[in-house]
């Protein structure tokens, strides 16, 4: 049997975001392992699958979650927006899956942090995630400090989020702590309408005075 990491859109319907194919494997799934109910129900209705008829059980709230796969059914695994397992819950249901034998299978769809890498015109062929930076004001300048050094050291573009409301203290950080030189990436509301990926120099965006706001965002760091 196979669990089926299936990623789910950013924003805006699914038919928009996943191709075909992954669309159809997913129609064929009754059971799911999911991070929050409610989007789950929405992303299934939207594909105009039966909810009351599906099982739908969320990772936080029971252990056994690979009991579909024991009984011979395929398993999909659902986060709320983007890949399951990448900044995501689900890495630890992918690792007991191959732990017991079964076959792990990601599906076609959006990466907020892909598709912001894509969109920068930073370093590709070297890149790191760092997830979430410090929230602590004392602790966030030094990190930030670090993976400074680290992208200059390696040629490396470093990606980290936050969360929305918390977008524009992280921004002002930025600008305080890094090098005039240094390139910066806000790559905000990936996929909508109201998308907005700019890269410029910390000493360009110093001079732009620009808030991010309290929209998705994904952060990208190249020090030269």
């Known amino acids: 049997m196979i669990l089926y990491a299936i990623p789910t859109p950013l924003g805006g319907a699914p038919q928009d975001a996943l191709p075909a194919p992954a669309l159809a ?91 912001a890498l894509m969109a920068s015109g930073l370093e590709g062929q070297r890149f790191a995630f760092c997830g979430y930076l410090p929230r602590d004001a004392a602790e966030r300048p030094q990190r930030i400090k670090q993976l400074e050094q680290r992208s200059r050291r390696e040629r490396e573009t470093e990606i980290f989020i936050e969360t929305p409301y918390r977008n524009d203290a992280l921004f002002a950080a930025l600008l305080e702590v890094c090098g005039p030189q240094t390139k910066l990436c806000v790559a905000a509301d990936l996929t909508l309408a109201t998308e907005s990926v700019r890269t410029r120099a910390v000493a360009e965006w110093r001079l732009e005075k620009r808030a991010i706001g309290k929209r998705p965002a994904v952060f990208l760091l190249l020090a030269s």
């Open 25 to 115: 494997t997913i129609r064929g799934l009754r059971d799911f392992a999911v991070e929050n109910a409610k989007s789950a129900r929405a992303f299934l209705g939207a594909l105009g699958m039966p909810v009351r008829e599906l099982n739908l059980v969320e990772i936080e709230k029971q252990r056994d979650l690979l009991a579909p796969l024991r009984a011979g059914r395929a398993l999909g695994l659902l986060s709320e927006a983007g890949c399951p397992a990448i900044a995501d819950p689900g890495a630890q249901l992918v690792e007991a899956a191959h732990r017991e034998g079964f076959r792990v299978v990601p599906l076609i769809g959006p990466s907020s942090i892909t598709l």
